[in-house]
């Protein structure tokens, strides 16, 4: 009847794992939440447990690698749901996602980067939930030089 | 008493057709709504009807073409929104665009290109509906190099 | 028991002034509001007191001097907010920046930068008031050559 899995059985299912969220590095915070609306702070393919995707798409990165930095930013705004928000089941739908590749003047399969992140998910929410509004770009740089950046909006169950 | 003409007659009598909407590359959606607001993912100048604006506008096209690529995006997102919503007569308010020109790092002009999409909303729907907030600027690069990418934010009126 | 300071006590002490809002330059207004939420146009650090800010972050400017420009994008967020609101006051949360830096392929402190403006709001609305979720990131080039331009949403009191 339903389509919705559970977000944990699914990440486990996938060999998954949650890093912990970094601190923002300055005077703002991972995620505010309005009503139901949750807006979500760009984050970035680092992580203590992916490690750290540095360079340019289109350069330094295939658009093959460049999927796999957007599936670890896909991981860290989901951590940051997770330690936010207490469960990731409470994760009504997936709203809009802003994609930005640090890429190459030229480089063109910004697509097939995003949907790194688009694909987790799908695969982590079901497509009932997971599917999104989204635009994927390239931009000329990234903080820390990073090769990805991806921020957010969802729907989320609001608090009882 | 109201500037609120119908967007059909105001397409007619601009001259001006919409595309079937193209479907999306990926995982993801062409809008999400949630409750009135609505959230489009973005698009491109890339219609069977208008063709394909590939390119960098202050290398490749002047900012009075990339106008008119922008007003192919801006049909293009009518396109999605007629068929989503099965009526742009739903459309209440135009709240936000991001528009994103695929520009040289010197191009300064970003504001006429976007016009190109804002000129076509306050003429289909009226300067009360049409008129929207907006950031205009120049990425590095967009999908299959298009010229321009522009998404949208707007309230719809809540299903009966 | 609150920590809601007054933002023009806060801006005085500060001792910094708003401007007049520029006017859209073009087919575009300086924020929509939908019920409680308020989009505003992406803004840049131009202004009739603190001057015109062009130029590439990372080529013409350092980051220290990137940071004083988002801190002037920022004043001009409060001026447009001042100005189509009636009163600072009636803000309840910073919700979402999104900064754009102009900046040279290699850039990558992004986040110095924009601080100027994330500083400036928790100093004008208070921690509780105005921290926010964001993204930094660098675009190829700016309307006019700007240095900095960003965007917000925000919540507000309802009219009463």
């Given at each position: 009847m339903t389509d919705k899995p559970d977000p944990y059985d699914r990440l486990l299912a996938l060999g998954l794992t949650l890093s912990p969220p970094l601190a923002p590095?300055?005077?703002?915070?991972g995620l505010v939440q309005v009503d139901k609306l949750v807006f979500l702070s760009g984050q970035g393919p680092?992580?203590?447990?992916h490690g750290y995707r540095l360079g340019k798409v289109g350069r330094d990165y295939t658009a093959e690698e460049g999927y796999d930095h957007a599936r670890i930013v896909g991981l860290n705004l989901l951590s940051v749901l997770h330690h936010e928000?207490?469960?990731?089941?409470?994760?009504v739908r997936v709203v809009k996602l802003l994609g930005m590749v640090n890429a190459?003047?030229?480089?063109?399969a910004h697509p097939a980067v995003i949907n790194g992140c688009s694909d987790l998910f799908v695969e982590v929410f079901g497509p009932d939930i997971g599917k999104h509004a989204r635009s994927a770009v390239g931009v000329g740089s990234l903080p820390g030089n990073i090769s990805v950046e991806i921020e957010a909006i969802l729907v989320v169950e609001e608090s009882a």
């Amino acid at each position: 009847m339903t389509d919705k899995p559970d977000p944990y059985d699914r990440l486990l299912a996938l060999g998954l794992t949650l890093s912990p969220p970094l601190a923002p590095v300055a005077n703002f915070v991972g995620l505010v939440q309005v009503d139901k609306l949750v807006f979500l702070s760009g984050q970035g393919p680092v992580s203590p447990i992916h490690g750290y995707r540095l360079g340019k798409v289109g350069r330094d990165y295939t658009a093959e690698e460049g999927y796999d930095h957007a599936r670890i930013v896909g991981l860290n705004l989901l951590s940051v749901l997770h330690h936010e928000l207490g469960s990731l089941s409470r994760v009504v739908r997936v709203v809009k996602l802003l994609g930005m590749v640090n890429a190459t003047p030229d480089f063109a399969a910004h697509p097939a980067v995003i949907n790194g992140c688009s694909d987790l998910f799908v695969e982590v929410f079901g497509p009932d939930i997971g599917k999104h509004a989204r635009s994927a770009v390239g931009v000329g740089s990234l903080p820390g030089n990073i090769s990805v950046e991806i921020e957010a909006i969802l729907v989320v169950e609001e608090s009882a």
